[in-house]
Each structure stands twice: as structure tokens, then as C-alpha cells.
């Protein structure tokens, strides 16, 4: 078999170079395009439930009490699994809502409760490429008494990094 | 050096002088480029399922994790995604069955970067009344299916519906809800929640729907703080002497279980035949409740000594 000539390898080179250059900042734009659909997942289950939890009570106490981000350190770059008991907060079990898989977002919930209106923020935070500068993703709601509960637009913010 | 490898690195030489000569200005051209329309490539969902040549779960995998994927791009992008039902249609039309398309499609059509029209939810609920027909024992899917049509949904179309439209989506959102409801069984944590659909029921002045569907919450369920909820509904919307008839049934329900088999649970025990005893059955003049093979015959013979009937 004859040897590659040196032109030949430079041209090599250049056409593969050239298809990697494009091809692997693509795929990873992809995936971390992919990994989108959890936080946007995550906030629509919590959310829906919350609502519906608002329909069913009393303005004052429309909404379950505020839970902190779970898990408490944003997962940096790579998916985690959540010890067992990160999910056991009332709250979470009240929206009936838990990651048992790995995943690259951590969820918090706020609620503001009083007589004559509650609301609710539900939070989505990730950091897809290990930066520290975290992408974040809210949906909130609320409820005025006499009313239906109503629920907000999806908010995003720096959600490439 | 040869003049090949001399000519190879003039080569080499000229098109990394090309590549930098031109490279600054093609990125600040590029970094300009913004897609801003979205074009439907896929065949149709006839066409799609002949072009699978008979791999159709397989593609159907396929373009949903595509369909997941430029959902996150077009976020990115803060565009709408105007093509996702397009998609979906395509993926269902695949594979009907495919339950995690159901799962996420309310929310991939309408949970976007920006806000969405009327389309959009009556698309979502197409999708999902696709689902609840495709999947009919899918507890999951008929409660999130229920939230989305009776709250979620509701007040973004008022905008744009008239007040009896709105009205029929929270009522098709409670009729789902309270099916999931007859499918989670004892899961207390969705029983909780579905007991709030009872108050859509009374709403929409579904008297007897209710009646029904927190008879059902009431016999499968032994936290006291849903049956507590369950009856408040209850209260609101019937008569005293229909809840009572109600509550002596299942104050006999709960005497049988008692005597026969305490520790079961409400749910699993409501599966099981009445308790019998073949010799008292056998003896003559045997009582039709003794010899009770269903909970129905017992119900009929048990109601029919004591003139009662619902």
C-alpha cells in the first residue's frame, strides 16, 4: 500500500478539521439543548400541581410553604443523583414531584401566602457547562380570592451560559 | 527538501493565509445570522410511517429526542417552535402508543420562550385526548391531562373564548381528573389532589358525577384528611338524605370488612368477593346475603331486606 503523500495529508487534515470544527460544537450545542426539556418538564409538573392544589383550598393557604433548592448545590457540569431523602420535604411530597434519575437542575419553590392573594415561584437552575455562571428558569403563579387560580409564562434567563 | 514537500507546504502555507484572511469577517456575518422561521421537513405522517420500511417505534424514538432537542434550541433561540405539533402528529402517528410523547406534549406546545395563542392550546388538548384514548389506564397521563385542561389552559383562553367554551375545558379537565382518580387506586398523594377536582364537579353543577366519583374516593382511601375534603364537597352540592344513604353504605362496607378481613387495605379489599360461608348457605331457608357471590348480589340482597336503594 502506497504511503499518503504530504499534500495529500494536509488535505486530510483540512477536510477533517474542517468537519470536526462544525460537528463538535454542534453536538454539544445539542446536547445541552436536549437537557432543556427537564427544566421546562420540571417547572410545568410543579407548577400544574400547584395549581391545582390552589383550586381545591383557601387563598391563605393556596400554595404549600417555600422549599429551598433541591439539591442544595446546583449539579456543575455533570448529572447527579440526589442522596435518598432529598425529595422528602412536605412540600415536594405535597406537589407530588421528585427526580429519582440523574439530572443537571436543582428546584426550588416559593410561596408568598396572605387573605387576599398568594403567589408561587417555581425555580429551575442549572449550570450545563460547569462555569458557575447558572442558567435559571421560573414559572409562577397565583391566586386572588373569589378567582380562579391563575399561572404565568416561562421565564428564562441566561439559559446557554 | 523535494519540490513535492516544498509544494505541499506552499499549499498548506496559503490556505491557513486564506482561512485567517477571511475568517474574521465570515464570524461577524455568521454571529448576524438568526433563523427566524421554522420549516416542517418531515413527511407527512401517512408518508412517514411507509417510510420507516416498518421500523416505526425506532424512527418514532428518533425524531422525538430530535423534537426534544430543537425544543431547547429554538428556547435558546427565544423563538416559538411552530412546528412541534407538526412533529408530534408525525411521531404519533408512528407510534400511537409511545406514552412519554403524551407525557411532555402539553408542554413542549405550550410552554415556549414566548407566550402562545389559542392554537397552540387546543393542539396541546387534541394530543392529549389522543393520549387518554390510546393509553385509557394511564392514571398519570389523566391527571396531568385534568390539570392542564380544567387549570392551566382555562385562563389563557378567556381572553380569546367565550365564558361556555372555558367552561367545557375545566369540565373535560374534572371528567379526566376524576378517572385518574378510579385508576391510582390508594396512592394518597394523587387521591389528595384529586379530590380538589370534586369542587369542578359542583361547579359545573355535575351533581350525580360527584356523588360518584367521592363514593369512589371515599371507598378507596383511609386517610381521614381526604375523606374529610371529600365530604365537604359532598356537603355543598347534595341533600342531607342522599349523603346519608351514602354514608350508611359505606358504613355497611366497612362493618363487612371489619368482621372479614381488618388489616386489608379499603382498595384492595373492594377486589375481593363478599365473605361466604358455604354450610349457612347450603342450610334451607339461607339467607340471598349469605350466599352473596359479588359484592353487587350482596348489595342487592342486603338493600332489598332493608327496603333501601340508591
Redesign the interface.
Known amino acids: 500500500m502506497r504511503p499518503l503523500?504530504?499534500?495529500e495529508v494536509?488535505a486530510l487534515l483540512?477536510l477533517g478539521g474542517s468537519l470536526l470544527a462544525v460537528a463538535v460544537p454542534a453536538f454539544v450545542?445539542?446536547l445541552?439543548?436536549?437537557?432543556?426539556?427537564e427544566p421546562?418538564?420540571g417547572?410545568?409538573?410543579i407548577?400544574?400541581?400547584a395549581?391545582?392544589?390552589a383550586?381545591?383550598?383557601e387563598v391563605p393557604l393556596a400554595y404549600p410553604a417555600s422549599v429551598a433548592m433541591t439539591p442544595s448545590r446546583v449539579p456543575a457540569g455533570q448529572r447527579v443523583a440526589d442522596p435518598t431523602g432529598s425529595w422528602d420535604h412536605p412540600t415536594w411530597?405535597?406537589l407530588?414531584f421528585s427526580i429519582t434519575d440523574t439530572h443537571s437542575f436543582a428546584f426550588s419553590f416559593d410561596s408568598t401566602l396572605s387573605a387576599t392573594e398568594s403567589r408561587f415561584v417555581a425555580r429551575a437552575q442549572g449550570d450545563l457547562d460547569g462555569d458557575g455562571v447558572l442558567s435559571s428558569f421560573t414559572?409562577g403563579g397565583s391566586v386572588r380570592a373569589g378567582e380562579?387560580?391563575?399561572?404565568g409564562?416561562?421565564e428564562?434567563y441566561r439559559?446557554?451560559e | 527538501m523535494s519540490r513535492g514537500t516544498l509544494g505541499a507546504l506552499l499549499v498548506a502555507g496559503l490556505g491557513l493565509g486564506c482561512v485567517h484572511g477571511v475568517r474574521a469577517g465570515l464570524a461577524r456575518d455568521f454571529s448576524h445570522v438568526r433563523q427566524r422561521y421554522d420549516i416542517h421537513s418531515l413527511p407527512s405522517p401517512e408518508r412517514a410511517v411507509v417510510f420507516s420500511m416498518g421500523y416505526r417505534s425506532a424512527l418514532a424514538d428518533l425524531l422525538f429526542a430530535g423534537t426534544l432537542v430543537e425544543s431547547g434550541l429554538h428556547l435558546q433561540a427565544h423563538r416559538p417552535f411552530e412546528t412541534v405539533v407538526e412533529r408530534l402528529d408525525v411521531v404519533l402517528k408512528l407510534d400511537p402508543k409511545l406514552a412519554t410523547v403524551y407525557r411532555f406534549a402539553d408542554t413542549l406546545v405550550t410552554f415556549q420562550a414566548r407566550g402562545v395563542g389559542r392554537k397552540e392550546y387546543f393542539a396541546a388538548r387534541r394530543l392529549l385526548e389522543q393520549g387518554m384514548r390510546e393509553l385509557p389506564y394511564d392514571g398519570e397521563l389523566y391527571l396531568s391531562a385534568g390539570q392542564f385542561m380544567a387549570y392551566v389552559a382555562p385562563p389563557n383562553l378567556l381572553k380569546t373564548e367565550s365564558p361556555e367554551v372555558v367552561a367545557e375545558w375545566r369540565s373535560a379537565g374534572a371528567r379526566a381528573m376524576v378517572r385518574a382518580c378510579e385508576l391510582s387506586g390508594g396512592q394518597q398523594n394523587i387521591a389528595f389532589q384529586c379530590v380538589t377536582a370534586a369542587s369542578l364537579l359542583r361547579k359545573s353543577g355535575e351533581v350525580e358525577a360527584l356523588e360518584r366519583f367521592v363514593e369512589r374516593v371515599l371507598a378507596v382511601t383511609d386517610d381521614p384528611e381526604i375523606q374529610r375534603q371529600a365530604l365537604t364537597s359532598l356537603e355543598r352540592a347534595t341533600s342531607e338524605h342522599r349523603r346519608e344513604l351514602m354514608s350508611q353504605r359505606r358504613d355497611r362496607s366497612a362493618a363487612r370488612k371489619k368482621a372479614d378481613i381488618a388489616f386489608v387495605k379499603r382498595d384492595l379489599y373492594l377486589l375481593l368477593p363478599p365473605p361466604s360461608d358455604v354450610w349457612r348457605c347450603l342450610a334451607p331457608g339461607a339467607s340471598d346475603a349469605a350466599c352473596a357471590q359479588s359484592g353487587r348480589s350482596l348489595q342487592q340482597a342486603t338493600e332489598g331486606r332493608s327496603g333501601q336503594s340508591l
Open positions: 503523500a504530504l499534500l494536509v483540512s450545542m445539542n445541552r439543548a436536549s437537557r432543556l426539556a421546562i418538564d417547572l410545568a409538573s407548577a400544574g400541581r395549581t391545582l392544589l383550586s381545591g383550598a411530597r405535597r407530588d414559572l380562579e387560580p391563575r399561572l409564562h416561562l428564562v439559559e446557554v
